[in-house]
T-cell receptor, first 112, second 114 residues
Framework: GQNIDQPTEMTATEGAIVQINCTYQ??????LFWYQQHAGEAPTFLSY????GLEEKGRFSSFLSRSKGYSYLLLKELQMKDSASYLC?????????????FGTGTLLAVQP | DGGITQSPKYLFRKEGQNVTLSCEQN?????MYWYRQDPGQGLRLIYY???????QKGDIAEGYSVSREKKESFPLTVTSAQKNPTAFYLC?????????????FGQGTRLTVV
């Protein structure tokens, strides 16, 4: 079957580093996505990993291990505006190339 | 400018009525999606389409219907069979293949049953 898990909530301090984990199970895999969603708004794309390893984009980095079905999003130098929900998603779920399945999201609260 | 547009932004429906949510994209994307989001929850897949005139059910398709007569358009009908339709509905699109494979989202339609 298909399954994707993330922690429900996390709290971190402004200026710190936080790691948000995501584990998944699927019979078909075509990449792992991370999105940011502020309350009441549409998700916006952060990163995409299809090969194992770390992808870095400014303050945000994302890591993928396909053999372990595991990914994480790393946020550095946290700012108050980073308070949002972070969604991981995998593509190619169940062997369907374009089926895109999201996790429930991790609500990150950044405190002063 | 290219993008994906949902309308209306807010929609009120009486119980027993069908309503149709619009989703249009001019990004030349092959794949389009409809998701439902309830308060404090993630995105649940309702339907998706990989090409014109073809679509597949997602995890919560019951009470919903879609069509894909044009590449640019993927409307969602919430039927009276959907018992709890109040939610935030998001449409997305992406290229079917290639390095730029992230999905782009519309701004969403907030549906409320009154």
């Amino acid at each position: 079957g298909q399954n994707i898990d993330q922690p429900t909530e996390m709290t971190a301090t402004e200026g710190a580093i936080v790691q948000i984990n995501c584990t998944y199970q699927t019979s078909g895999f075509n990449g792992l996505f991370w999105y940011q969603q502020h309350a009441g708004e549409a998700p916006t794309f952060l990163s995409y990993n299809v090969l194992d390893g770390l992808e870095e984009k400014g303050r945000f980095s994302s890591f993928l291990s396909r053999s372990k079905g595991y990914s994480y999003l790393l946020l550095k130098e946290l700012q108050m505006k980073d308070s949002a929900s972070y969604l991981c998603a995998f593509g190619g779920a169940g062997g369907a190339t374009n089926k895109l399945i999201f996790g429930t999201g991790t609500l990150l609260a950044v405190q002063p | 400018d290219g993008g994906i547009t949902q309308s209306p932004k807010y929609l009120f429906r009486k119980e027993g009525q069908n309503v149709t949510l619009s989703c249009e994209q001019n990004l030349n994307h092959d794949a389009m999606y409809w998701y439902r989001q309830d308060p404090g929850q993630g995105l649940r897949l309702i339907y998706y389409s990989q090409i014109v005139n073809d679509f597949q059910k997602g995890d919560i398709a019951e009470g919903y219907s879609v069509s894909r007569e044009k590449k640019e358009s993927f409307p969602l009908t919430v039927t009276s069979a959907q018992k709890n339709p109040t939610a935030f509905y998001l449409c997305a699109s992406k290229k079917a293949r290639g390095p730029d494979t992230e999905a782009f989202f519309g701004q969403g339609t907030r549906l409320t049953v009154v």
